[in-house]
T-cell receptor
């Protein structure tokens, strides 16, 4: 069964600092991988997704993620964090032909001045 | 376009009461989903509808029923609410049925069962 682990429950970074959020997945074949962001009181919004091809994926709001098959990881990065990036971030994995998407437990990002 | 809308935004129920959460999307999407979000557990799929006229159980369907009323609307019903159903409920939709599809989420319904 597919699964997703986000080892960091809460991360605090200073505005302007770089950010990396970790995501590890368990799945037999090449998965479909997603990062979603949830602002306070809102639903989830897609940041980026990976299906195949280039392992470095660019998303919205200046985010990128890198798929590393050898490490079963899909970490999210941003070179310079803005205060508006404070939110909760969810990694998700899915199988292409099936409906089920498995979400991680989320990482809450706090941005300090 | 409003995207995915959910009503109500907040609800307080007493144990044993029933209620229906409403969801509608205006993106002409085929698939719709209901999730619940609990602290430290991420999102868990309750039910989904791959297309109009079909519904299937997800990971945590017990205590819930759904109706895909038409292509736009997908409702979630709690027949006899329990405190364990206190949660935030999200409706989502996607164009297709495959796992590779991007899901678009509503703003959520916060439910408290006393």
């Amino acid at each position: 069964a597919q699964s997703v682990t986000q080892p960091d429950i809460h991360i605090t970074v200073s505005e302007g600092a770089s950010l990396e959020l970790r995501c590890n997945y368990s799945y037999g074949a090449t998965p479909y991988l997603f990062w979603y962001v949830q602002s306070p009181g809102q639903g989830l919004q897609l940041l980026l997704k990976y299906f195949s091809g280039d392992t470095l994926v660019q998303g919205i709001k200046g985010f990128e993620a890198e798929f590393k098959r050898s490490q079963s990881s899909f970490n999210l990065r941003k070179p310079s964090v803005h205060w508006s990036d404070a939110a909760e971030y969810f990694c998700a994995v899915a199988e292409g032909g099936y409906q089920k998407v498995t979400f991680g437990t989320g990482t809450k990002l706090q941005v300090i001045p | 376009n409003a995207g995915v809308t959910q009503t109500p935004k907040f609800q307080v129920l007493k144990t044993g009461q029933s209620m229906t959460l409403q969801c509608a999307q205006d993106m002409n999407h085929n698939s719709m989903y209901w999730y619940r979000q609990d602290p430290g557990m991420g999102l868990r799929l309750i039910y989904y509808s791959a297309s109009e006229g079909t519904t299937d159980k997800g990971e945590v369907p017990n205590g819930y029923n759904v109706s895909r009323l038409n292509k736009r609307e997908f409702s979630l019903r709690l027949e006899s609410a329990a405190p364990s159903q206190t949660s935030v409920y999200f409706c989502a939709s996607s164009q297709g049925r495959g796992g590779q599809e991007t899901q678009y989420f509503g703003p959520g319904t916060r439910l408290l069962v006393l």
